[in-house]
């Protein structure tokens, strides 16, 4: 059997968890994105971990639905950067701040 | 040969839904063919295929039809919310046009994104495994990015559009380990299977932690505290029609999914999931009525008025009843008309005044200038502040009496504080359109074109009407909320 489905299920709360920390900390825009990538990633282990476990098709089903779906995300998430870039402004969300009040 | 019949195609059910997509598809392609100053037609087209969806919803009234392996399923909860939906789209299509060519962006493309979006709120509605729940809240997500950074060489839409970009996929990634984890406690997808080994076994730590991340991605969506903090900014960034839209179907959507999850598929465990939803509704609550005092932007103070109303809606689910949700289900009807009204206010004002239109000091002496805007203006502020005889009075009143009979005494405590905080802005909005103008001499009166008339003064007559005779529709909500699943 190899390795038990829980080791995946540990792996893949810590990718989650860097994956959410770098969210929180970095403040260049694509370091994010791709951040919330590593998220997504983790809960793709999620689900073929858990859908090895029970035996069942919906967890690999639905981690292909999340690959399918996050491509999607990602090309028009890399349109809106490229296009702040373009814009003149500093990869930093930090400075994103023209409507503070 | 593989045996179909058991996966129970059945495209009725989703007729709605294709019937909305092939408008898209349909528009994406007139806008290569149709001369750019005739893109006026496409909003026609669109408008045409939101009627054919609105049409194509009847069957579905009443009906109890699980299609397509238990993922989603044609019933009088969907209809109803397809009903919400539509005509906001439809009401958004008509009054766009005008608004976009004030600000040079009158693109094919607009449409074809708004009819992108309704498809994934209609699927949300509709929407009874996690699968197609994730599927819709992305299809409608994904589209909104791109709308609200529409004006895309105006750097707060961009701004916008980059936040709510960010902070989108964030609560994608919760909501989706969310699943993941309900998927390994219960072995199942479909809100069905989910319901029957919740009811069998109770709950686990695994399924309540899958919960909490569940609602923080739901919360996000429909901007409910402490997961609202993108809402103000991406509400003021984006060009105004599409936060008018946004605010109001994308929050009707995701109470379509919080209200079937909850009371359908987790009602055996409902002590479990009380407190986070409860907590969330207080929070929500406090910091949208609070905030909003403060605020000196008119789509800033809607935005934080629209996360208080998100806690108000979240009152009606919190007992777990069906009457609860029925009465949730008819405020997401009073704030979709009431709501959409002051935005769409807001977008007349915008497009003669430009982008400083937003800003309240604008507003002073509008009675004076422009008494259409300023009238239905000021009944859609009383009827979100919740004074009879509007339908917001009546909305307000029929999520308080569940808690009243459930004696969960401190969410609607909270409540009715905050309700009478909430007065203070939204009347603050309605005597600075009073106040006369500093100038002397009266301004000329420049007219509202006759289709944004049309509608505000249906809609603001919707908000009066409904307040007079509400049980009309809280019967329609009371049939939509008896839930099977």
């Not at chain 2, 609105?54 to 969907?78: E, H, Y």
């Not at chain 2, 004006?151 to 559009?161: H, M, T, V």
């Not at chain 2, 390994?184 to 029957?196: C, E, K, S």
């Amino acid at each position: 059997m190899g390795v038990p489905a829980y080791e995946f299920l540990w792996l893949s709360g810590v990718l989650f968890t860097l994956g959410a920390i770098g969210v929180l900390i970095r403040r260049n825009p694509l370091v994010i994105f791709m951040c919330i990538e590593l998220m997504l990633n983790a809960v793709n282990l999620a689900f073929a971990a858990i859908s090895r476990y029970l035996n069942s098709l919906d967890g690999v089903a639905f981690a292909f639905l999340v690959i399918t779906v996050s491509a999607a995300e990602v090309v028009v998430g890399i349109a809106i950067i490229v296009q702040v870039y373009r814009a003149g402004r500093a990869m930093d969300v930090d400075e994103m701040d023209l409507m503070k009040e | 040969m593989i045996d179909t019949s058991r996966l129970g195609i059945d495209y009725g059910v989703l007729l709605p839904e294709l019937v909305v997509t092939a408008t898209a598809l349909l528009v994406l392609v007139l806008d290569l063919l149709i001369p750019p100053g005739r893109r006026r037609w496409l909003a026609a087209v669109s408008a045409l295929g939101l009627l054919l969806a609105l049409l194509a919803t009847v069957p579905l009234w009443g009906a109890d039809r699980s299609a397509f392996s238990g993922t989603v399923i044609g019933d009088s909860f969907a209809a109803f919310f397809d009903v919400i939906l539509l005509s906001t789209g439809l009401l958004t299509v008509l009054i766009s046009p005008r608004f976009l060519r004030s600000l040079g962006l009158e693109y094919g493309e607009y449409y074809v994104l708004t009819l992108a979006a309704m498809a994934g709120m209609m699927l949300l509605a509709a929407a009874t495994s996690l699968m197609t729940i994730f599927l819709g809240i992305e299809l409608l997500s994904i589209a909104l990015y791109v709308l609200a950074g529409f004006a895309r060489r105006n750097l707060r839409s961009q701004e916008s559009a980059l936040k709510y970009l960010l902070l989108g996929g964030f609560a994608s990634g919760f909501l989706l380990y969310g699943m993941a984890l309900i998927y390994g406690a219960t072995g199942a997808t479909t809100l069905h299977g989910i319901a029957q080994f919740v009811g069998a076994s109770g709950s686990s730590v695994l399924l309540l932690v899958g919960i909490g991340f569940l609602v923080v991605g739901l919360a996000f969506k429909a901007s409910a505290a402490p997961f609202h903090m993108w809402t103000p900014d991406v509400y003021q960034g984006a060009p105004t029609v599409v936060t008018t839209f946004m605010s109001v179907a994308t929050k009707a959507a995701a109470f379509a999914v919080i209200g079937r999850v909850f009371v359908a598929a987790f009602p055996t465990i409902r002590a479990d999931w009380y407190f986070p939803l409860a907590f969330v509704a207080i929070v929500s609550l406090g910091i949208g009525n609070f905030v909003a005092i403060t605020q000196s932007n008119l789509k800033r103070l809607l935005a934080y008025s629209g996360i208080a109303q998100a806690g108000y809606i979240l009152l009606g689910i919190l007992p777990g009843s069906s009457e609860g949700l029925a009465a949730s289900l008819f405020y997401v009807a009073a704030y979709a008309v009431m709501n959409f009204g002051a935005f769409a206010v807001v977008t007349a004002v915008e497009t003669r005044v430009g982008e400083g239109g937003t800003e309240i000091p604008a507003w002073t002496g509008l009675f004076y200038r422009q008494p259409l805007l300023a009238t239905t203006m000021t009944v859609f502020m009383l009827s979100l502040a919740g004074i009879p005889p509007t339908v917001g009075f009546f909305a307000k009143l029929f999520v308080f009496r569940p808690l009243v009979e459930a004696q969960l005494w401190a969410p609607l405590a909270v409540a009715i504080v905050t309700t009478v905080i909430s007065f203070y802005y939204y009347l603050r909005v309605v005597v600075v359109m009073l106040t006369a103008p500093e100038e002397a001499g009266r301004p000329a009166r420049e007219p509202v074109s006759r289709v944004m008339g049309a509608i505000l003064v249906f809609c603001s007559i919707a908000t009066i009407v409904l307040g007079v005779f509400p049980t009309v529709v809280f019967d329609w909500a009371r049939t939509a909320a008896a839930l099977h699943l």
